[in-house]
């Protein structure tokens, strides 16, 4: 059952949140109404993320833009304010220009895949992320588990999931849909 609160309440929170400074190397983020503060990763994580970022500059059909770590906002959970989210990676087609002049907490409009590097201890990007994902309409979520050995493209976004799956193990290829067309490379996260 889904908790309300206050109007005020809501509010307030989301005004904490945004004056919120986080510890230096950390990211916050508002998830589902609950504050979620993330430690700076570590090298496997940073070589997944580039190692994929790599991969779709060079062998993408269409010629991306990536962030690390650009703060969006998504459709809220009933009851709850905003979620503000921090994907590790967000792409976005180059020709479309997002990045350029967008505030800190970007609307996630025009965004073609997020990408999150799962930590052991986080239950967060394996389940609320893939609930706020969707909830924001977001094409493509690409989530790397190395607690599970895993990689998991979700896609065709409903109101609050994915409706749409595929799973391979790390080492093996994935293959990523238009707009990028290609098959992703995981070998070299083991």
Request: glycine share 6%; charged share 25%; hydrophobic share 35%.
């Amino acid at each position: 059952m889904a908790t309300t609160h206050d109007p005020i309440s809501l509010q307030l929170l989301l005004e904490w949140f945004v004056e919120l400074e986080a510890p230096m190397g950390f990211r916050a983020e508002l998830i589902e109404g609950e504050f979620v503060l993330t430690p700076p990763p570590d090298g496997d994580h940073e070589h997944c993320v580039g190692h994929i970022v790599s991969q779709v500059y060079r062998r993408s059909r269409v010629d991306m833009q990536f962030s690390a770590r650009k703060g969006l906002t998504l459709r809220n959970a009933e009851g709850q304010p905003l979620d503000h989210v921090i994907p590790d990676g967000t792409f976005v087609s180059r020709e479309l220009r997002l990045f350029r002049g967008a505030p800190p907490w970007m609307p996630c409009e025009g965004v073609t895949l997020v990408l999150e590097v799962a930590s052991p201890r986080r239950r967060s990007d394996r389940e609320t992320k893939v609930r706020a994902y969707a909830r924001g309409a977001v094409p493509l979520y690409l989530l790397v588990d190395f607690q599970e050995s895993s990689i998991t493209l979700f896609s065709d976004p409903g109101h609050d999931d994915y409706r749409e799956h595929c799973t391979r193990p790390l080492g093996k290829s994935l293959t990523l849909p238009a707009p990028f067309s290609f098959d992703l490379d995981t070998a070299d996260f083991l």
